[in-house]
């Protein structure tokens, strides 16, 4: 595996919509607060990517391409998947046709998709076609495989070649990826680094989730970054594993922001100087609410960049670029 010799900035986006939370928020609650304002929220953070020479890979749901669901209806793969929990799938329950005029701009988006891959330095990579859990109990690997089949198609038909993906929820299987590589995708991204036990109990499980919850504010579980020899193939693909999730605003830790913000500044630092990789993610619909406080903290985070840049040569690659640049 090459190595850069330099630090390494990669920002992933999982553009979902409500594709990727209809089993656990609602159109009426969530969708109005935070997934309505979405193309408002992608549109000023590519202003912020392109004003500090960041580049970014957005993997997006695939039924987010079509302009309505009478279009994605005529054009759902015939194999869907069978989850023993129907709620995760919107191909149960009449989910599809069930949703009105209003609340197309919830789900479907192509115009702002495409815009994404007009942008130099932006990347369009897949979140599946369906927001497809690979470990539901009822899947099978037809499934997926008709499932990533479709994306690439649907992603081809708009001049878009894909060739990496996140899988939602992070849920995936040598067998997933074995069928990612048939379909030409190359780079996909894994788990962060375990800095925490295994909960082997419900207690530890809690304990786990304070701890990650601390260590966005301080540093509890150490640095995040990635030695470039620690970036693993596996069935042909390359696991850009995430560092850290860039956790949304919130009114009530408010006071907590400049912590956040210095941990993040710490980390990317870090990796400049260590030359490393730094991998930070998000869903744009987190930034739907409190916008203006999430674009300042993210510029926060870009001049960062900017200046282990300047001072360390540090690079921002999306997914692609930097398996292309360590193969």
């Known amino acids: 595996m090459n190595n850069p010799n330099k630090g390494t900035l990669v920002i992933s986006l999982d553009y979902e919509l409500m594709w990727g939370i209809i089993d656990v928020l609602t159109k009426d609650g969530y969708g109005q607060t935070h997934v309505k304002q979405v193309p408002d929220v992608i549109n000023k953070m590519i202003a912020l ?7 970014a890979t957005f993997a997006t749901v695939g039924m987010i391409m079509y302009s309505n669901s009478k279009e994605l209806l005529a054009d759902i793969p015939q194999v869907h998947p069978t989850y023993k929990q129907t709620v995760k799938s919107p191909y149960e329950h009449d989910y599809i046709p069930q949703i009105t005029a209003e609340e197309e701009c919830l789900f479907f988006q192509p ?3 495409k815009r994404i891959n007009s942008h130099k330095g932006m990347e369009f990579g897949t979140h599946t076609y369906c927001h497809y859990y690979c470990w539901a109990e009822g ?4 499934q997926f495989d008709a499932d990533t089949k479709k ?3 649907v992603a081809k038909r708009n001049g878009i070649e894909i060739k990496s993906i996140v899988f939602p929820r992070n849920q995936v299987s040598d067998e997933h990826l074995k069928i990612c590589a048939k379909y030409g995708i190359t780079s996909y991204r894994g788990n962060a680094l375990k800095f925490f036990n295994e909960p082997k109990s419900t207690f530890e499980e809690i304990k786990n989730r304070i701890c990650r919850l601390l260590d966005a504010y301080i540093n509890v579980g150490g640095m995040t970054s990635i030695p470039y020899e620690k970036l693993e193939y596996k069935e042909g693909m390359l696991n850009v594993c995430a560092s850290r999730m860039l956790r949304p605003y919130s009114s009530r830790l408010f006071f907590l922001e400049e912590l956040r913000l210095r941990r993040i500044k710490k980390e990317m630092t870090y990796a400049a100087k260590k030359s490393e990789m730094y991998h930070l993610w998000w869903h744009p619909h987190n930034f739907g609410a409190n916008m203006e406080e999430n674009l ?3 510029e926060g985070v870009l001049q960062t960049y900017k200046k282990c840049k300047e001072r360390y040569g ?11 640049q360590l193969s």
Do not use: W
């Not at 990517?49 to 580049?55: I, K, L, M, Q, T």
């Not at 540090?314 to 292309?324: G, P, R, V, Y």
């Open 49 to 55: 990517f392109e004003e500090y020479d960041v580049h």
């Open 111 to 113: 115009e702002v998709a």
């Open 139 to 142: 899947q099978t690997t037809e």
């Open 151 to 153: 994306a690439v198609e």
């Open 296 to 298: 300042r903290f993210l």
């Open 314 to 324: 540090m690079q921002s690659c999306t997914m692609t670029e930097i398996k292309d």
